[in-house]
């Protein structure tokens, strides 16, 4: 998704990305012609199965007229795996572009460093000093057995050499799967996602009794032991994360990420899932769709809150997301998303909606933009959960030229005159059809009262145990995006689902 005007959407298994788009005026004088073709053109292009973001030479764009494209994320290339090149129509007058992807298991190893990673954490939170998390990522490509060297599973300590938590042995991490440690003296995300499948307490939790309030800016380390005192050492370590304030290097990568002006917000470090590093404004496609690592924290890790807060280390509107081993897992792979109707350029109706209207109370102030997309079940297995986590978005505080977005709960919306067959046959009629696309939830908590943005994640809820969707069946869905500023853009998604 690129050019002057983008909007990509990485999804689970199946990185979806919805292209760049730019509101406003064009820079340069073209044509009337070349205007004309211009304003009629409100792209979006949406990419099929396992294909990266096309990139999209758009010099132009006048009032929300742009393109887009939709398509999975690319991984790295040392991850092997499935690799597809593509090549998709764009809004300016059907020239081609070709985006590249590789989606594989990440990282294959043994039991060394880097098979688990620390993907997400926090020093405190709107409960005050003790509203910790710290969330583990397997990274190794297979189901990870906890099978520690010595003591009774592996161990999250902080650099006073305090466990806080142990990961019990045989404990099964799954493959991209999560494990989470919390201090439950003040812990305010229990809830997180709202409904069914909340993190709760946590996967593992510590108290005032057990090593309580991990100081702000201090390390924190994982090691395959928890038998603690000289059992704590480099070889034993399989990650680490601290700020430039941490003397003990064996709790930090590199010299450590900025240290924070400590403020009791809703906020989160996260591991860039991207390859931008966070940056806003930094256009083109995203690399990765699985979590970064550098061994160098300041590379990997970025600052998001629900306010934009400028707390030393970068401001970025996003949320705090906390994965345990109940959470969907990434599957951008087996969740492919296809355009809603292929007979149509994806930056038009049906495919995407510009409204004008201004709603300044839900974040869209410069009206709203909304995507929709067919996703299909090809994971092997029917699935009870369905939701989209936001790795890449150009929002608050963006700079002049590029557009602020909002990611709203959006309500299920009918579309008629649908012509592609595909579509029509999955919902079980004849072409041309009528659809009912499903509305995607912003999930809570956290309150993001400024709308989604970094790291957070939204919900198809038509999507449950009870509900669930059968393998090779899909289902519409609809992404609404509130403009706080008009400009250029880009979103990119993860999909994340489980059985």
Known sequence: MRGRVRFSIVAIAAVFVVCTMQFGVAA?????????????????????????????????????????????????????????????????????????????????????????????????????????????????????????ISGTGYAIAASDGVVRCSILTGTVIPAGGHFLCVNNTAFSLSSYPAGSGSVGSGDAQYTAGSGGDIPDNAGIALFNNNSGGGAFILANRFDAVGSTSEANTLYKEGTGYPALTPFSIDYAWVRDQCGKGGSIPTGGQCTISTPKDTDDNATDFFFVDTNGTSAGAGQRLGGPGPQSLSSPIQRNSTIPGFLLDSTALSSSPPNRVRDFTSDPA???????????????????????????????????????????????????????GINDSTTCTAAGQPTPCSVTVQGTTLEQPPSQPNGGAFNSTLSAGIVTLGTPLANNASIDVQFLLGIQQTGSFHLYVNIEALP
């Open 28 to 148: 340069k004088k073209k044509s009337s012609k070349r205007k004309q073709r211009t304003a009629r053109s409100t792209s979006v292009v949406v990419t099929p199965p396992v294909l990266t973001p096309a990139v999209e030479d758009d010099a132009f764009a006048v009032n929300a007229a742009a393109k887009s494209a939709v398509r999975p994320a690319a991984q790295p290339a040392s991850t092997g795996g499935m690799h597809t090149d593509s090549a998709g129509d764009t809004a300016s007058g059907g020239k081609r572009t070709k985006g590249r992807n590789t989606i594989g298991p990440a990282n294959p190893a043994a039991i060394t460093a880097g098979t688990l990673l620390i993907s997400q954490f926090r020093r405190r939170g709107p409960s005050g000093a003790n509203d910790e998390y710290i969330e583990i990522y397997n990274n190794s490509g297979a189901d990870h057995t906890v099978t520690p």
């Open 362 to 416: 839900n974040n869209s102030t410069f009206g709203t933009l909304s995507i929709r997309r067919r996703f299909v079940n090809s994971t092997g297995a029917s699935i009870s959960r369905l939701r989209f986590r936001i790795i890449d978005i150009t929002t608050f505080p963006a700079p002049s030229g590029i557009a602020d977005l909002r990611h709203r709960t959006s309500t299920n919306v009918v579309v008629a």
